[in-house]
């Protein structure tokens, strides 16, 4: 089955960029997306289509997808920001996610 | 603006079946494009992807838990459900709806329910 490999911690400085990768075989040759999760509740999608961001996610979420990685960047991390951060991919029709990646901010 | 929200027991007993509602909101299960979705979230872990159902009336199952699980659709009541048997304390979870497949998302899960906790214990 399908996998895709996250860190299981990122630390960053208030102000500085934040990049989370996600590792999977030739996941370049598909849309990777992002979820943020904060303590209790449910996720939120920051990034689909590897790189578009929703409506009312802030600009300094980016994303990018090559290769075999895919990346989630913030860019003047805030406080805020800090939380747990999942990929996701499909393959074959089912729906795989990361392990997940816990952002520090400090 | 479409909501889900999930509704069932909050303690199960081990063999038994696990069942849970997905309630949607300002829409419809019988409308558009979607994947309506369930995933799980064991304590302290990560998000694990059950299945869905397709619009077009198919679905799709985790294989690691294909043999246990249903889901289904009312479209009369506009609600989807999970059934999970021969449940076990590795049932344990929050329990998430979540609607995927928006025009505006691609196949990205853009609305989510507020999840809610199964504990399995006798």
């Known amino acids: 089955s399908y996998e895709l490999t996250q860190p299981p911690s990122v630390s960053v400085s208030p102000g500085q960029t934040a990049s989370i990768t996600c590792s999977g075989d030739?996941?370049?040759?598909?849309?990777a997306c992002w979820y943020q999760q904060k303590p209790g509740q449910s996720p939120v999608l920051v990034i689909y289509q590897d790189n578009k961001r929703p409506s009312g996610i802030p600009e300094r979420f980016s994303g990018s997808n090559s290769g075999n990685t895919a990346t989630l960047t913030i860019s003047g991390t805030q406080a805020m920001d800090e939380a747990d951060y999942y990929c996701?991919?499909?393959?074959?029709?089912?729906?795989?996610f990361g392990g997940g990646t816990k952002l520090t901010v400090l | 603006q479409v909501q889900v929200q999930e509704s069932g027991p909050g303690l199960v007993k081990p063999s038994e079946t696990l069942s849970l509602t997905c309630s949607v909101s300002?829409?419809?299960?019988?409308?558009?494009?979607?994947?309506w979705t369930w995933i799980r979230q064991p304590p302290g872990k990560g998000l694990e992807w059950i299945g869905y159902?397709?619009?077009?009336?198919?679905?799709n199952y985790n294989p690691s838990l294909k043999s246990r699980v249903t889901i289904s659709v009312d479209t009369s009541k506009s609600h989807f459900s999970l059934k999970v048997s021969s449940v076990t304390a590795a049932d344990t979870a929050v329990y998430y709806c979540?609607?995927?497949?928006?025009?505006?998302?691609?196949?990205?899960?853009?609305?989510w329910g507020q999840g809610t906790m199964v504990t399995v214990s006798s």
């Open positions: 979540a609607r995927g497949g928006s025009s505006s998302v691609g196949d990205a899960f853009d609305i």
């Open positions: 159902f397709y619009y077009s009336g198919s679905t």
């Open positions: 030739k996941l370049g040759d598909k849309y």
């Open positions: 996701q991919a499909w393959d074959s029709r089912t729906v795989v």
């Open positions: 300002g829409g419809s299960v019988s409308s558009g494009s979607y994947y």
